[in-house]
């Protein structure tokens, strides 16, 4: 069974600052990683995701993640945040052995940043 | 252009009401899900359509009645909820609902906010 850890509940940060959200996961097969990120009153829209090849992933909004298999983490980061990264961001796995692509998700990061 | 449109965005309905959600896709997708997500949490899966037909139910209450029209539509019929279904409840499509070589990335919409009084 596949699970995902999101090590942080809330991250507060100030303007300009950088910022990594921390997620682990556990899996016994190869699996497909992505952060979603949900801004207050809205969906979820794709920040990024990682299939294979480079385990350095960029996505939109300047927010970029490192796959790491040894350590089985999929961490986000940005290096400088903007008020308008307020959001509630989490990570997911879905299992690539092909039986299925609903995605399991961690409990959310709430990423809070001030001027 | 990766868009799922739900609507309504809103919804208020008594626990003796019936009322559906719907949800559109024109991505040619073939694998279409509903998801509940309540305040503060991760969004939870319901249900799981493939090519039209119902792949996984994750053991939901029948007052929920999911249904696919064809491969753009999908709908969430309601009726006989309690207060405790209140919540926001996402549509998402991809590819098809195995994960692939493409990783079959999962697309959601913006949520329909569903408050049962």
């Known amino acids: 069974a596949q699970s995902v850890t999101q090590l942080d509940s809330q991250v507060p940060v100030f303007e300009e600052a950088p910022v990594e959200l921390r997620c682990n996961y556990s899996s016994s097969v190869s699996v497909y990683l992505f952060w979603y990120v949900q801004y207050p009153n809205q969906g979820l829209q794709l920040l990024l995701k990682y299939l294979s090849g480079s385990t350095l992933v960029k996505g939109i909004n300047g927010f970029e993640a490192e796959f790491n298999k040894s350590q089985t983490s999929f961490h986000l980061r940005k290096p400088s945040v903007h008020i308008s990264d307020t959001a509630e961001y989490f990570c997911?796995?879905?299992?690539?052995?092909?039986?299925?692509?609903?995605?399991?998700f961690g409990k959310g990061t709430t990423l809070s940043v001030s001027s | 252009d990766t868009e799922v449109t739900q609507t309504p965005k809103h919804l208020v309905m008594g626990m003796t009401n019936k009322k559906s959600l719907k949800c559109e896709q024109h991505m040619g997708h073939r694998a279409m899900y509903w998801y509940k997500q309540k305040a503060k949490k991760p969004p939870e899966l319901m249900f799981v359509y493939s090519y039209e037909k119902l792949s996984i139910n994750e053991s939901v209450p029948s007052r929920f009645s999911p249904e696919c029209p064809n491969s753009s539509l999908l709908n969430l019929h309601l009726h006989a909820l309690q207060p405790e279904d209140s919540a926001l409840y996402l549509c998402?499509?991809?590819?098809?609902?195995?994960?692939?070589?493409?990783?079959?990335?999962?697309?959601f919409g913006e949520g329909s906010w569903l408050t049962v009084v």
């Open positions: 998402a499509s991809s590819q098809d609902s195995t994960a692939g070589r493409s990783g079959n990335t999962i697309y």
């Open positions: 997911a796995v879905s299992d690539s052995t092909g039986i299925r692509t609903a995605l399991i």
